[in-house]
């Protein structure tokens, strides 16, 4: 399985900032997203992280809240901007392995917005 | 939204015991992952699932995707402290194409 990093691995932001989340991952790969955890629940999809164009939105998610880059197959960052304390979460990317469907995860970011 | 029920939400076992916990949905699955989630981490990949009726293990984990193709078991034997955390069931549809669905999490706790 691919080895993922995230940056910053936590971190506490005051309403109204924003804040871009990196994930680099040590091979190429095709697909890329990122996720959201909301304290004490399960994971949801935010977009797709598609390379060279823009990303692929979840309903719900926007991508002013939400911009996405992704310029190669080993890079994506996420921000997320106008934050409130609703974003407090951790935010996940992930990887599509060689096995097509088995997807990696990173170990993601603690938000805190106060 | 969630379309993956998942069951159940908690456990409290003693050392040793098995563990059993299931995912289930009105939708059909091409693709079913189990993943372990401990505090503070990312969730990590333990069984993934392809076919109709495939039982593939993994250690002392042993996990079923159900022949309708819309359900999916995850037993643990004889558990350990180390078992602690939390286990997410996720599916792939064949329309969502990498898109992960996820079911609401068991939260594992082990009593040595």
């Known amino acids: 399985s691919a080895v993922i990093s995230q940056k910053p691995s936590r971190d506490i932001c005051q309403r109204g900032t924003s804040l871009t989340i990196q994930c680099q991952v040590d091979?190429?790969?095709?697909?890329m997203f990122w996720y959201r955890q909301q304290p004490g629940q399960s994971l949801t999809l935010i977009a797709t992280?598609?390379?060279?164009?823009?990303?692929?939105?979840e309903s719900g998610f926007v991508i002013d809240k939400f911009p996405i880059s992704r310029p190669n197959l080993t890079f994506s960052t996420l921000t997320v901007s106008n934050m409130s304390p609703e974003d407090s979460s951790i935010y996940l990317c992930s990887v599509v392995g060689q096995g097509v469907s088995e997807q990696y995860f990173g170990p993601g970011t603690r938000l805190t917005v106060t | 939204g969630q379309q993956l029920n998942q069951s159940p939400q908690s456990m409290f076992i003693q050392e040793g015991e098995d563990v059993s916990m299931n995912c289930t949905s009105s939708?059909?699955?091409?693709?079913w992952l189990w993943y372990k989630q401990d505090p503070g981490e990312g969730p990590v990949l333990l069984i993934a699932l392809y076919k109709a009726g495939e039982l593939t293990s993994n250690g002392r984990l042993t996990a079923q995707f159900g022949i309708t193709r819309k359900d999916s078991f995850l037993n643990i034997s004889a558990s350990i402290p180390s078992d602690v955390g939390i286990y997410f069931c996720a599916g792939l549809r064949e329309t969502s194409g990498s898109r992960l669905t996820f079911g609401e999490g068991t939260q594992l706790t082990v009593n040595p």
């Open positions: 091979s190429q790969v095709t697909m």
């Open positions: 992280a598609n390379q060279g164009s823009e990303a692929t939105y």
């Open positions: 939708s059909i699955f091409n693709t």
